[in-house]
């Protein structure tokens, strides 16, 4: 399953991501950032941590999604696979929500204004992890004629069901605290994901080979943690000085 959007879908989320009805920290769309706040883009600093996350063990197998009866829930090349727990054949973890937890002292960072985007395609969320910064505009698409629902499950933000009536339904919302917020589709059980949230954009989700890459950083110590969904969390402390490229690795076992 790849996690590109269709480039209709892409066109539809970036030309008309703000004249769609917003919720979840407002009426009409994200607070303004506060006085002050770093501006999204704006360098401070050039040093880099990036690293993998490992699985200790043989690589488990990606049991098949029994979907529904539901034909436009089915794949002509096969089931869809299980993106609980994805280990290469090098043994890196794909999915894994990496972000830094402290050293950043007392900035204020302004979100981005381009919205992250995840879609419904094939009865799947794509991507399944998607890491998003508070305030930050969130676009949900639908690629599938199904009617899907979208309903977030949150400890600190205010929770939301939205239904996503069929193809080229688009709504956006966005998450004012920093929290691991779950996904999911009551309409069809198997669809879930998992919007990461952080005040900061020093975060990043791992690829299909578990590598990740956090840029920008000023010159500090940090302590960086991994999150996955079944794995749970890894945490390093790690220097980094201007310029400096610091290679931190994370390794889980079941």
């Known amino acids: 399953m790849g ?130 910064q508070s305030n930050q505009v969130v676009v949900f698409t639908n690629s599938d004629p199904a009617a899907h629902n979208v309903h977030s499950v949150a400890r600190r933000n205010r929770p939301f069901n939205i239904s996503m009536s069929g193809k080229g339904r688009a709504v956006r919302r966005f998450f004012t605290e920093p929290e691991v917020v779950k996904i999911r589709c009551d309409i069809h059980a198997w669809m879930g994901a998992f919007i990461p949230v952080d005040g900061h954009p020093f975060q990043a989700v791992t690829g299909e080979d578990g590598s990740f890459r956090l840029t920008g950083l000023p010159a500090g110590e940090y302590d960086v943690e991994a999150w996955h969904e079944t794995l749970g969390t890894a945490r390093r402390t790690v220097s980094v000085a201007e310029g400096e490229s610091r290679q931190v690795d994370f390794t889980f076992a079941r």
């Open 3 to 132: 996690s590109e959007l269709p480039v209709r879908a892409r066109v539809l989320v970036l030309a008309g991501a703000f004249a769609l009805t917003a919720c979840g920290g407002g009426s009409s769309g994200p607070p303004p950032p506060p006085a002050g706040a770093i501006p999204a883009g704006q360098a401070i600093g050039s040093a880099t941590v990036a690293g993998r996350a490992l699985f200790a063990g043989a690589p488990p197998a990606r049991r098949p999604i029994r979907m529904s009866g539901e034909a436009s829930c089915h794949r002509p090349e096969g089931p869809a696979l299980s993106e609980d727990l994805i280990v290469g054949p090098d043994g890196g973890v794909r999915n894994v929500y990496v972000h830094v937890v402290s050293g950043l002292g007392d900035r204020v960072f302004a979100p981005p204004v381009e919205p992250a985007v995840m879609d419904q395609q094939g009865c799947i969320f794509i991507p399944h992890v998607l890491a998003a």
